[in-house]
């Protein structure tokens, strides 16, 4: 049930994009075409998951035991660039297609303030599931990372959508472009507002 | 020639939100309220301009290959340095900003600025740059939390001036989005008529 | 003009780089233990003397577990204790201290921290109607649930939920006080 809770939490109430406003960069740049936002949501999910379950270790087995929580910010940065890297490096020896759908993501995704507030997100802050409020285990964790990267797919390919439409459509001067966008955005998170309260 | 433009062409000519559209999440999120809008635009710029400084000095001895590893190390080591003086003498701003203290470090604006000016220019220029854009990041995030607060809350900088709420569309999500893009078209005719 | 990417170069650039940031970080941890140490003590000693009377006695700290939850309280000699207390509200996790006195009654409340919608919600650190409820509220003569539940409290008008989470951190507090004082003064 807790897995649930923080599933539908995860990917509609408290969605990474609309409302917690990570990974907007990235989001209002890939946005135009549907098929580059699909692939970027791809890169995003595994990046996201890989890195939060790697973070999460380093920090229950290393920098807890030693006090040193107020490294979090600079080894975890590190930690996901490192990793990045070598996700690009095997994955261009051991599976080429994907390489090749997702490859031209990837040394964008360093910079995506959604892997960061993730992975900071899981070891810093408590979640209320409807019980008393506690800190996450790896299990829980990992669903949250992968519900998490999910929502941003599904804000992403959805706004691609209506985006393609969006460029073809008449609108004043000053609106063309990224203010327009920036509109359809806020709409799209009203829309979203209404999943609050569900759990 | 007067370097004095290196500050004024961060503020509007390369404004970092409303031209280079760089540092969304922070801008949209932390801007509930003018003043937590002013907060998140300074501890950016106390980054922005101490990396800008440090890079300009080391960026000729650093080899290529190796030049992003080392401007994320430096700007994480000022991000935390952050960290820690914020939590000790600013503790109330550190929890209201929470997360987006720490992600500053990811904000494209520090890195794009590193890679973009501070590598081929002096220390002093840097300097001057890292001033102008951190200025245009604050006047810009301060707006935004302005125009939300106003119309959110019915106040500014915290002094209540209609009784009960705004209309509170604006504190959420969704009013985030609105205003920047409301704002970005304003900004837009301005630069056109001009 | 950059030094050449030799392997060299790269590992002595890279390495003198983390060794001067690894001093400056620190460095600056050093010297602000202290006063972040004091920032957050302040910060709960100012929310203890909120929900409580006036007391001098320094807070002592302890912690219990009660129904598998850990708590952690501050007991006041003379003035009564102080415990933090958390529920899920609408947003997320909302955390309080409610001060009880040694009588059983409690004497205030405050929210620690809370993610509730602004407007609504969120009301419940500023609401006056709302938060005056529990001021001398004694948990032996009225109920601490809303009327919606068939208890005596007022809910903030279009939040029950938050409303209620906030009932049951104070009720749940009772329940923690109820447990320390009945191990007679075993504790501090």
Not at chain 1, 95 to 119: D, E, R
Request: proline share 4%.
């Amino acid at each position: 049930m807790a897995y649930f809770l923080i599933f539908v939490s995860a990917i509609f109430v408290n969605n990474i994009l609309l409302a917690q406003f990570l990974g907007i960069c990235p989001f209002l740049g890939v946005s135009n075409k549907l098929s580059t936002a699909t692939g970027m949501s791809g890169a995003v999910c595994f990046v996201i998951t890989l890195a939060t379950v790697v973070t999460y270790l380093l920090n229950k087995y290393l920098l807890v035991p030693f006090g040193l929580e107020f490294l979090q910010t600079i080894s975890f940065i590190l930690v996901i660039a490192a990793l990045v890297q070598m996700v690009e490096i095997v994955l261009k020896k051991i599976s080429p297609s994907l390489y090749q759908a997702l490859g031209i993501f990837l040394p964008l995704i360093t910079t995506n303030c959604a892997v960061l507030g993730v992975a900071i997100t899981v070891v810093t802050k408590e979640f209320a599931l409807g019980g008393a409020p506690h800190m996450l285990n790896l299990g829980e964790a990992t669903v949250y990372a992968i519900a998490t990267s999910l929502g941003y797919g599904l804000a992403m390919c959805l706004f691609a959508g209506l985006r393609e439409h969006l460029a073809q459509s008449d609108v004043p001067k000053a609106f063309k472009g990224l203010p327009i966008a920036l509109i359809t955005v806020g709409i799209m998170a009203m829309a979203f507002l209404g999943f609050s309260g569900i759990v | 020639m007067s370097k004095w433009h290196f500050v004024t062409d961060g503020f509007v000519k390369n404004n970092p939100t409303f031209v280079l559209v760089l540092g969304m999440c922070p801008t949209l999120a932390t801007t509930t309220s003018a003043l937590n809008g002013l907060e998140m635009g300074l501890a950016t710029m106390f980054v922005l301009i101490l990396s800008n400084i440090v890079i300009s000095l080391i960026a000729p001895m650093v080899p290529d290959k190796v030049r992003i590893p080392v401007y994320i190390t430096v700007i994480a080591t000022f991000v935390t340095v952050l960290q820690l003086l914020m939590q000790a003498f600013t503790p109330a701003a550190y929890e209201t900003l929470g997360l987006f203290i720490p992600l500053i470090v990811v904000n494209c604006i520090v890195l794009g600025r590193a890679e973009g000016f501070a590598n081929k220019h002096g220390v002093g220029e840097s300097a001057l740059d890292g001033i102008g854009i951190g200025l245009g990041f604050t006047a810009a995030l301060t707006a935004i939390g302005i125009v939300r607060e106003v119309l959110g809350s019915g106040s500014i900088f915290g002094w209540k001036f209609i009784a009960g709420d705004g209309i509170l569309a604006f504190v959420m999500a969704p009013g985030a989005f609105l205003v920047l893009g409301y704002l970005m078209v304003l900004f837009n005719k301005y630069l056109a008529k001009k | 003009m950059a030094a050449a990417s030799t392997l060299k170069n790269m590992a002595l650039c890279l390495g003198a780089v983390c060794l001067v940031c690894s001093a400056v970080v620190g460095g600056s941890y050093v010297l602000t233990a202290g006063p972040i140490a004091e920032a957050a003590r302040a910060k709960t000693v100012a929310s203890i003397a909120a929900v409580l009377p006036e007391f001098s006695a320094e807070p002592v700290e302890g912690s219990i577990t009660v129904n598998g939850t850990d708590y952690t309280y501050y007991q006041v000699e003379g003035a009564g204790c102080a415990i933090v207390s958390s529920t899920s509200g609408f947003g997320g996790p909302l955390k309080l201290m409610v001060g009880i006195a040694s009588d059983g009654t409690v004497h205030n409340t405050t929210v620690l921290s809370h993610s509730e919608t602004p407007g609504l919600g969120a009301k419940c650190t500023t609401d006056e109607g709302f938060i005056a409820q529990f001021r001398g509220f004694d948990p032996a003569v009225k109920s601490l649930s809303v009327k919606k539940d068939g208890g005596d409290l007022d809910a903030i008008t279009a939040s029950t939920i938050t409303s209620r989470a906030y009932a049951l951190a104070v009720s749940n507090a009772v329940a923690v006080f109820n447990e320390i004082n009945k191990g007679g003064q075993a504790h501090e």
